[in-house]
């Protein structure tokens, strides 16, 4: 099965600031990837998809980037509601599979 | 307003059977791929299953740990989906959630439920 793994495990950024998630596919994932965002309780929310389509209703902050074996989500301006945990999933070969995450605070 | 909501979870013992339900409402559930994701006490997610539409086929695919023990099903005109999990071990104990992804003029949308939680414990 494919392998994703996400850099950094954790990431320590301040309100306003850009943040920069990596994820890296064990073998090419075309642009089958997509980005989850958790918070504490919830179930994930799409973001990204395509690994640079925006879902519905996301805020342009969030962009996404990348193909093949490595990708990278891009959140521009830290709002405080964006702290949470990140996934990049690839959903090119079954089973589909998720990165460990990233989380930011 | 789209839901899904998951019922059914609770505890059992290893060996044991359970059966999670997902209600949903408010998209094209014959028309949506559905699935079952995941999420072990403080660890990440794992995709369990999929069941993919009527018109392409209605086809199911696990991940690896599950295959064999168990099965997604759904009724379409009771917009519920199922999983039946069986021979469940310690290392199923995990919250499950429900999902739906479906395509809308060119757009890609995905609906989550809010999660049972299943522990498997003697």
């Known amino acids: 099965e494919i392998v994703m793994t996400q850099s950094p495990a954790t990431l320590s950024v301040s309100p306003g600031e850009r943040g920069t998630l990596s994820c890296r596919a064990s073998q090419s994932v075309s642009s089958n990837l997509a980005w989850y965002q958790q918070k504490p309780g919830q179930a994930p929310r799409l973001l990204i998809y395509g690994a640079s389509t925006r879902a519905a209703g996301i805020p342009a902050r969030f962009s996404g980037s990348g193909s093949g074996t490595e990708f990278i989500l891009t959140i521009s301006s830290l709002q405080s509601e964006d702290f949470a945990v990140y996934y990049c999933q690839q959903y090119n070969i079954w089973p589909y599979t998720f990165g460990q995450g990233t989380k930011l605070e | 307003e789209v839901q899904l909501v998951e019922s059914g979870g609770g505890l059992v013992k290893p060996g044991g059977s359970l059966r999670l339900s997902c209600a949903a409402s408010?998209?094209?559930?014959?028309?949506?791929?559905m699935s079952w994701a995941r999420q072990a006490p403080g660890k990440g997610l794992e995709w369990v299953g999929r069941?993919?539409?009527?018109?392409?086929?209605?086809?199911?695919d696990y991940t690896t740990p599950v295959k064999g023990r168990f099965t997604i099903s759904k009724d379409d005109p009771k917009n519920t989906l199922w999983l039946q999990m069986n021979s469940l071990q310690i290392e199923d104990t995990a919250v499950y959630y429900c999902f739906a992804g479906e395509w809308d003029s060119g757009a890609y949308k995905e609906f989550w439920g809010q999660g049972a939680l299943v522990t498997v414990s003697s």
């Open positions: 408010g998209f094209s559930f014959a028309n949506a791929w």
């Open positions: 069941l993919t539409s009527k018109s392409n086929g209605g086809t199911t």
